[in-house]
């Protein structure tokens, strides 16, 4: 879930509101590939710390990332760095998708918190007997970028940004469907976590 933050960041199209449900605000932006990006917003109780626990906690992971199967740190350069694999379920008829992630995260000097997310897959190979994905179609492309800041001392602001082409032969529009949906679950049962 790395990526860089100044693809993300730069904006390069204008936002466009989806929807506020749940106490979650969603936005997309158009690519030229016709997938989209996402954006997704809530202010929510919880820690700085709190949030960076539940980002550790792989072992339950699939309890609030939407269709993650599996989540596993396969390796940790420094102590904020991670090689992660994860594997989605994708409904029938489709395969499921698996994808392999550089992590980076950082707390910034105004006492926020930032974690990059980026595309691994050409490291798939060096990891490939310990993951066992052979029935699953590899995401291309991931970049992803969380933003965590306190508001007051049981209350944080989270926004998140991204995207990925999750390869193979759906089509757009129902990836795109997909993908905001898939967000939404995503905040909702972070929030849920994180109180």
Same mark, same amino acid.
């Given at each position: 879930?790395?990526?860089?933050?100044?693809?993300?960041?730069?904006?390069?199209?204008?936002?466009?509101?989806?929807?506020?449900?749940?106490?979650?605000? #969603?936005?997309?932006?158009?690519?030229?590939?016709?997938?989209?990006?996402?954006?997704?917003?809530?202010?929510?109780?919880?820690?700085?710390?709190?949030?960076?626990? #539940? #980002?550790?906690?792989? /072992?339950?992971?699939?309890?609030?990332?939407?269709?993650?199967?599996?989540?596993?740190? &396969?390796?940790?350069?420094?102590?904020?760095?991670?090689?992660?694999?994860? /594997?989605?379920?994708?409904?029938?008829? #489709?395969?499921?998708?698996?994808?392999?992630?550089?992590?980076?995260?950082?707390?910034?000097?105004?006492?926020?918190?930032?974690?990059?997310?980026?595309?691994?897959?050409?490291?798939?190979?060096?990891?490939?007997?310990?993951?066992?994905?052979?029935?699953?179609?590899?995401?291309?492309?991931?970049?992803?970028?969380?933003?965590?800041?306190? &508001?007051?001392?049981?209350?944080? /602001?989270? /926004?998140?940004?991204?995207?990925?082409?999750?390869?193979?032969?759906?089509?757009?529009? &129902?990836?795109?469907?997909?993908?905001?949906?898939?967000?939404?679950?995503?905040?909702?049962?972070?929030?849920?976590?994180?109180?």
């Amino acid at each position: 879930m790395s990526l860089m933050c100044a693809a993300l960041c730069a904006e390069p199209a204008t936002w466009q509101w989806v929807s506020s449900k749940q106490e979650v605000d #969603l936005y997309k932006q158009e690519t030229e590939s016709g997938l989209i990006r996402i954006k997704a917003h809530t202010v929510s109780t919880g820690t700085i710390s709190a949030f960076i626990a #539940l #980002l550790h906690d792989t /072992e339950h992971a699939s309890l609030w990332i939407d269709r993650a199967v599996k989540v596993e740190v &396969l390796a940790q350069p420094s102590e904020t760095e991670f090689i992660v694999y994860t /594997e989605f379920s994708a409904p029938w008829p #489709l395969k499921n998708r698996d994808m392999l992630t550089y992590s980076n995260y950082q707390s910034q000097t105004d006492g926020s918190f930032e974690f990059d997310i980026t595309d691994q897959h050409i490291l798939l190979e060096q990891y490939q007997q310990q993951l066992k994905s052979d029935n699953t179609i590899r995401i291309k492309d991931v970049r992803a970028h969380w933003q965590v800041k306190a &508001l007051t001392d049981t209350t944080i /602001e989270i /926004e998140y940004q991204a995207f990925a082409d999750p390869d193979g032969a759906a089509p757009n529009w &129902l990836v795109n469907k997909m993908v905001l949906k898939s967000a939404q679950n995503t905040f909702v049962n972070m929030r849920a976590r994180l109180q």
